[in-house]
């Protein structure tokens, strides 16, 4: 794996974007806990605009690295966890979603590197399950940020149909992520 590492170029356009975001993880968890929302759906905002270009910059100017395979996914998944355990303690999230995500989130991350230790060559790729489960997530903290700034009126209905689809986009994207890795290791 090493050598894989070494032999590409790191620095680019799509990488720096997966490093840009991690970078707004701290100024977003920052402005969440002082109540700032304004300028967190700023950010938050901005930081799900990176999460869609550096995927489709990869593939549009063939810079698709194994750093970015990892660097994006972990990026989403720190950013993501991070403001739905804040949100969970704020009350503005339910329990059982963070969870949900927090589980799914940490096979995620210790399946890859178990695959990444025996199996030096292959990454699991991100599917479509897993990115509509990116984007409900996203969307339902975006959605609570607007709520918390009275621009939605509490709207109930479609924050409990934001959350039951965002669960169960988490569970399948779990569920198809566990068969992508069992067929790798039996490879």
């Given at each position: 794996m090493?050598?894989?590492?070494?032999?590409?170029?790191?620095?680019?356009?799509?990488?720096?974007?997966?490093?840009?975001?991690?970078?707004?993880?701290?100024?977003?968890?920052?402005?969440?806990?002082?109540?700032?929302?304004?300028?967190?759906?700023?950010?938050?905002?901005?930081?799900?605009?990176?999460?869609?270009?550096?995927?489709?910059?990869a593939?549009?100017?063939?810079?698709?690295?194994?750093?970015?395979?990892?660097?994006?996914?972990?990026?989403?998944?720190?950013l993501?966890?991070?403001?739905?355990?804040?949100?969970?303690?704020?009350?503005?999230?339910p329990?059982?979603?963070?969870?949900?995500?927090?589980?799914?989130?940490?096979?995620l991350?210790?399946?890859?590197?178990?695959?990444?230790?025996?199996?030096?060559?292959?990454?699991i790729?991100?599917?479509?399950v897993?990115?509509?489960?990116?984007?409900?997530?996203?969307?339902?903290?975006?959605?609570?940020?607007?709520n918390?700034?009275?621009?939605?009126?509490?709207?109930?209905?479609?924050?409990?149909?934001?959350?039951?689809?965002?669960?169960?986009?988490?569970?399948?994207?779990l569920?198809?992520?566990?068969?992508?890795?069992l067929?790798l290791?039996?490879?």
């Open positions: 090493a050598d894989k590492f070494c032999n590409e170029k790191i620095i680019n356009w799509p990488n720096s974007l997966s490093f840009f975001r991690i970078i707004l993880i701290a100024p977003i968890i920052y402005l969440l806990l002082n109540e700032f929302y304004k300028q967190a759906f700023f950010v938050l905002f901005i930081a799900s605009i990176t999460d869609f270009l550096d995927g489709f910059l593939r549009k100017l063939n810079q698709t690295t194994l750093i970015g395979k990892l660097l994006d996914p972990l990026a989403d998944k720190i993501i966890n991070y403001a739905f355990l804040l949100f969970t303690i704020k009350g503005a999230i329990q059982f979603l963070w969870i949900t995500v927090f589980f799914k989130d940490t096979i991350i210790v399946g890859s590197l178990v695959i990444l230790t025996y199996n030096k060559e292959n990454v790729k991100s599917s479509y897993g990115k509509f489960a990116t984007f409900f997530q996203i969307i339902l903290l975006l959605y609570v940020l607007l918390k700034l009275y621009i939605l009126q509490n709207e109930k209905t479609l924050f409990n149909a934001l959350v039951y689809i965002t669960f169960l986009f988490s569970i399948f994207a569920l198809h992520y566990i068969k992508k890795a067929y290791v039996k490879t």
